[in-house]
């Protein structure tokens, strides 16, 4: 069965060895999305709440370039650094995520990777999707 | 409209965030991390460590079941813990609960879990 990586334009640029995602069959695996601009690549403002709403929009992106959505993702992964964020995190999750909802896994992590910017990544979030 | 492939029961503890229970594709099902709260009070079972995981596993048999599948047809666990002083309760009570063929598994310590929790489990699951 034919698989590939995607590497999009309209997500974050790669600061390693991974590409955007991973299609095989008729599921797409997504790299780990921090709340990082995709344009120049700095991590957004805003706490949490900022950083989540960026990352889920950097995760909408690559699903589209992938010809999959938000609505068609079936598990996701979410790692966060603050046991305070939650309420937050949840509610940035909420507005973007909606019936039929994924199946979720969440923990708290000691840190996340560095990135370009002044803020402390808080939180990151992968997915598993149908496409096709 | 192709039929909801999500599953919640309320032989499970009720979500309380913005997640469902299980979701089907592809012939597997995927089960969101289980915690050790009683399905009926929603409360954190008492007893520590034990109570919690053996609480989280009969939470996780509940969905399965529920979604056509059952333990003995898990493919991937994935288990995150807080007290590295409980990796040798994790591994006993696993054992008991778990049987050939066992599925993969991927453990680790967690910084924290959701409200203190100690222990949480996922899976994913064959439904033939």
């Known amino acids: 069965m034919a698989h590939r990586g995607v590497v999009s334009h309209r997500g974050p640029q790669p600061t390693g060895s991974y590409p955007h995602a991973h299609i095989h069959g008729n599921m797409v695996w997504v790299t780990a999305q921090a709340g990082r601009d995709p344009g120049n690549g700095e991590l957004v403002e805003g706490g949490m709440d900022g950083q989540m709403e960026r990352a889920i929009s950097n995760l909408a992106a690559i699903l589209d370039e992938c010809g999959s959505s938000l609505d ?18 949840d509610a940035a999750y909420a507005r973007s995520f909606h019936a039929p909802l994924p199946v979720r896994t969440s923990w708290g992590v000691k840190f996340l990777a560095a990135e370009p910017g002044t803020e402390l990544v808080r939180v990151q979030i992968d997915c598993v999707a149908e496409v096709g | 409209m192709s039929p909801d492939p999500t599953i919640t029961i309320k032989e499970a503890p009720e979500p309380r965030g913005p997640y469902v229970h299980a979701r089907q594709h592809g012939g597997l099902v995927y089960v969101t991390a289980q915690i050790g709260r009683d399905p009926k009070t929603g409360d954190f079972v008492k007893g520590g460590f034990d109570a919690e995981f053996n609480q989280a596993i009969d939470n996780v048999e509940a969905i399965l079941r529920a979604a056509g599948s059952s333990l003995d047809r898990v493919v991937k666990a994935q288990i995150e813990f807080v007290d590295e002083g409980d990796l040798d309760a994790m591994n006993r009570i696993y054992g008991e609960r778990f049987h050939e063929p066992l599925p993969a598994r991927t453990s680790f310590g967690a910084a924290f879990l959701w409200k203190g929790a100690r222990v949480q489990i996922d899976c994913v699951a064959t439904l033939d």
């Open chain 1, 72 to 89: 068609r993702v079936i598990r996701t992964q979410i790692m966060y650094t603050d046991p305070s964020d939650v309420d937050a995190m």
